[in-house]
């Protein structure tokens, strides 16, 4: 069949796929390659898909280009782990490090929409505190934003991305109600639940950018657990279904299967634009400013490889910071059994979740925090994890595996610190696209270490509160990617401004989960969906004061090419 | 021997196969998968017999059902060329590591004991196994493989990912299995829909089975 999204591009002829109908389509407004459009997004993650959206909205030109297929949620997702491993990024990469990290499956996705694809929708803010975590708590680096204009930001992501979340959240500055109901707890959310109330500390249930009611043409969320694999309902809020649909209404070219190879840098020392591989080619996308939204690997390995004499260390790297301070948030987790039936296979992974030791400061012997969440790892997943975390084979393996209806199990999202030592360079081996490949250095420090063992000590605990018998721990293993061009009130120590925009170069930018200074202990996805707003916000102001290279911005009023311009 | 009691009495997965819980893009998927043919077509002859007889150790198998192929599918994935994405430094891609990892375990064999991995008894299979997992195979044959990274993140990864990869695997564990467009109603503690498994409880298996025989 022609119709393989793995090796045909589905957005193009100005047209795109209707993800919300089988076999449907939406028009798509086309730009001319030799024309500059005022913005060329690489990468259509939570970052790069949301910019895109704004922007477009706002009445910019927008290409946003990414490597990986158009899916179609309703037809190409299968029910199925091994198939759907189609999500994730698996070019070749090399890791090393004292603690390697696990990709692949683990970390980024390859696909419009990006690892929002197949992420776990768990969808925190931050703790107010963390944007000045250096002054306020005393470790790590401050942002160069405020939390009070970012909790503006999270509201207007949790209403576009209808997050279902509790009536009141118990931890941090009041915010608003959830825009739809919480979603039902599962066994494995009870246990939790039913430890954390043992333990004496607060639970509650987790915010999840999946429907609790029906939105347009996406209906509630049916308690599959298939959310890693790729939820095949539409209820999941991934960029796919939210932002992307609305860039393109709003006049947003999106190109799939278009991966970006370097970004062209002018004699001027402005870019101009980004070289391509769509088709079996290498093409030219001329434009007036160049975002980066790659994800906390590709965006510094796109930097590096587009080193030129004039910057031979890579583009905005005059800090020498472009790949450094790469973050992970470490992903421990305490399992056993319980007598009763968990079956924690049904519905989103994590039901509920304790932020208890992300706002308690006192009782830690280290820096950060963590929150920690219930589990509901698919077969393949669980045996993989019994396997190499474990070390059961033969007999014991298969016999563990038949107590699979009795895990239950807990699993952190705990902070890492920055340190320059962790980060990616370039390899000498190449790609399938002759582009020079990502090492990626990692290694935990005393305080990460600390951390995981008060986390693990302590979800101990909560299972051993509920009863569950042979506990273990599964102690290495990470999540989410951040860092690698982080932002700042320093070009000397910092990659970006708080506009997301480069410090060496005017018009290129950056924005998704590379510009954080620091992670936090609560998954990225919302607050790099909030910096993107704000992003969009300020490049509307700055172009209205004739302080950007676009058209738009030479123009007035700015708003309106949105929904008018492609209607056929 | 071991004693195998079926946890979860007569469940069968693809009794699914047309209900609401299976939709065309999950059969379609779960169609190739039970059709592969037990014949290699990445490794040789010779390989895939290695690959075979080390399956068997890592995830025995009873005789009283069809096997799953685990062989054949490894086979399938190299062949496609799925690959991790991701591997530490000296390590060989994916394909590369598992033909360099399979000669060692041969050269091992030989060397040890003067026979093929695959002709060896259970007894001594294991041992040698064990002796990767613990990283202590270090003959010329390895080059830059360690063998407990071979063990553990391409050997038995592989083999694991297969095995639970295939509807057989999933009712012997009393999985829901795919689980679209109907997913499921009754989350808590100790509940099931009717269209999942029902445990075998101590001595009684009875209304387990006749539970399961219905399931669809
Ligand atoms: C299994 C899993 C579960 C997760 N669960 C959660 C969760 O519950 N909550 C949460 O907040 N976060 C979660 N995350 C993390 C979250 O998905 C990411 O942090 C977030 O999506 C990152 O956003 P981003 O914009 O940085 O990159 P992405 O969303 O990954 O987008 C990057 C895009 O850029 C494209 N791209 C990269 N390089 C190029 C190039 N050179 N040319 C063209 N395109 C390119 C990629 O194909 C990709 O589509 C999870 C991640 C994983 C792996
Ligand atoms: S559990 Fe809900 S969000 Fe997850 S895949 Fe199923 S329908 Fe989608």
Redesign the pocket.
């Known amino acids: 069949m022609s119709d393989n999204p793995l090796h045909v591009p589905r957005a193009s002829g100005g047209r795109a796929p209707d993800v919300f109908r089988p076999g449907g389509w939406v028009p798509m407004r086309q730009y001319r390659e030799s024309e500059p459009v005022d913005f060329a997004i690489v990468g259509t993650g939570a970052g790069g898909g949301t910019l895109a959206c704004k922007l477009a909205e706002y009445g910019f030109s927008v290409v946003a280009l990414d490597a990986g297929p158009y899916f179609r949620p309703l037809e190409d997702f299968a029910s199925d782990e091994s198939e759907q491993t189609r999500l994730y990024w698996t070019d070749d990469r090399i890791v090393d490090g004292a603690n390697p990290l696990q990709l692949g499956g683990n970390n980024s996705g390859k696909a419009v929409g990006g690892s929002t694809v197949h992420f776990a929708?768990v969808s925190l803010r931050f703790r107010p505190e963390w944007f000045k975590s250096r002054t306020a708590l005393g470790y790590g680096a401050d942002w160069p934003l405020d939390w009070r204009e970012m909790w503006d930001y999270y509201t207007e992501v949790e209403q576009a991305l209808k997050i279902s979340g509790p009536v009141t959240y118990p931890w941090g500055p009041p915010r608003p109600r959830y825009p739809y109901r919480a979603h039902p707890l599962n066994g494995a959310a009870r246990a939790l639940a039913k430890g954390c109330e043992a333990l004496g500390i607060k639970w509650t249930e987790t915010p999840l950018a999946?429907l609790s009611a029906p939105r347009g043409l996406a209906h509630p969320?049916?308690?599959?657990?298939?959310?890693v694999a790729g939820?095949?309902?539409n209820?999941?809020q991934s960029a796919l279904v939210t932002w992307i649909p609305r860039a393109i209404a709003a006049g947003a070219e999106i190109r799939d299967l278009a991966m970006v190879g370097r970004v062209e840098v002018e004699p001027s020392g402005l870019v101009s634009g980004v070289y391509y591989h769509r088709d079996g080619a290498w093409r030219f996308q001329r434009a007036r400013n160049v975002v980066v939204a790659g994800y906390a690997i590709e965006t510094p390995r796109l930097l590096l490889n587009s080193a030129t004499s004039r910057f031979p260390d890579g583009l905005a790297n005059s800090s020498g910071l472009v790949g450094k301070n790469l973050m992970a948030q470490s992903n421990q987790a305490v399992w056993g059994r319980l007598e009763h039936e968990v079956r924690s296979y049904k519905?989103?992974p994590s039901l509920a979740i304790t932020e208890h030791w992300n706002y308690e400061d006192k009782g830690k012997d280290f820096f950060g925090g963590y929150s920690y969440m219930s589990q509901g790892p698919l077969p393949q997943l669980w045996a993989n994890t019994l396997f190499s975390a474990r070390g059961l084979w033969g007999e014991s393996l298969v016999e563990a595996m038949k107590d699979y209806n009795h895990v239950i199990g807990l699993k952190i999202v705990g902070e890492m610190l920055p340190q320059e030592s962790n980060r990616v360079t370039l390899a000498e081996e190449v790609d399938q696209y002759g582009l020079r490949i990502p090492r990626v250095t990692y290694s935990w420090c005393d305080n990460d270490k600390r951390l995981i063992d008060h986390s693990l000590n302590f979800m101990g605990r909560a299972l051993e509160a509920v009863d569950a018998r042979d506990i273990w721990t599964q102690d290495d293993d990470t999540c989410h990617l951040n860092g690698t061009a982080r932002m700042g009130s320093d070009a000397r120590t910092s990659v970006v401004d708080a506009d997301c925009r480069s410090w060496d170069i005017p018009n290129l930018w950056i924005c998704d989960g590379s510009v954080f200074p620091t992670v936090g202990g609560a998954n990225p996805s919302l607050t790099i969906q909030a910096i993107a707003c704000r992003t969009a916000d300020r490049i509307r102001v700055l172009a209205q004061r004739g302080e950007l290279n676009a058209a738009v911005g030479r123009r007035s009023p700015l708003h309106q090419r949105s929904t008018e311009v492609h209607r056929s | 021997m071991h004693e195998r009691r079926d946890r979860y009495p007569e469940y069968d997965v693809l009794a699914k196969w047309s209900g609401p819980s299976w939709n065309d893009k999950t059969r379609e998927v779960i169609a190739r998968r039970l059709s592969i043919a037990p014949e290699p077509r990445f490794f040789t002859r010779d390989e895939y017999d290695t690959v075979v007889a080390i399956a068997h150790r890592i995830v025995p198998q009873p005789a009283g059902r069809p096997p799953v192929p685990i062989a054949a599918l490894v086979d399938r994935k190299l062949h496609d060329r799925i690959m991790d994405g991701f591997r530490g430094p000296g390590v060989p891609r994916d394909a590369d590591a598992w033909r360099q990892g399979l000669k060692a375990l041969n050269a091992e064999a030989s060397a040890a004991y003067g026979q093929r991995f695959a002709a060896l008894p259970d007894g001594l299979q294991d041992k040698l196994l064990r002796a990767a997992q613990c990283g202590e195979l270090k003959s010329a044959e390895w080059g830059g493989l360690h063998s407990d990274a071979f063990f553990k993140h391409r050997m038995g990864r592989d083999i694991v990912l297969a095995y639970y990869a295939h509807p057989t695997a999933w009712s012997e564990i009393g999985w829901g299995g795919p689980a679209?467009p109907r997913?499921y109603v009754r989350l808590d503690i100790d509940e099931r829909d009717p269209w999942e498994a029902a445990e075998a409880k101590d001595g009684s298996d009875a209304a387990a089975r006749r539970s399961n025989r219905r399931v669809r």
Do not use: H
């Open positions: 929708m999946t969320c049916v308690y599959r657990g298939f959310c939820c095949s309902t209820a999941k519905g989103p | 679209s997913g």
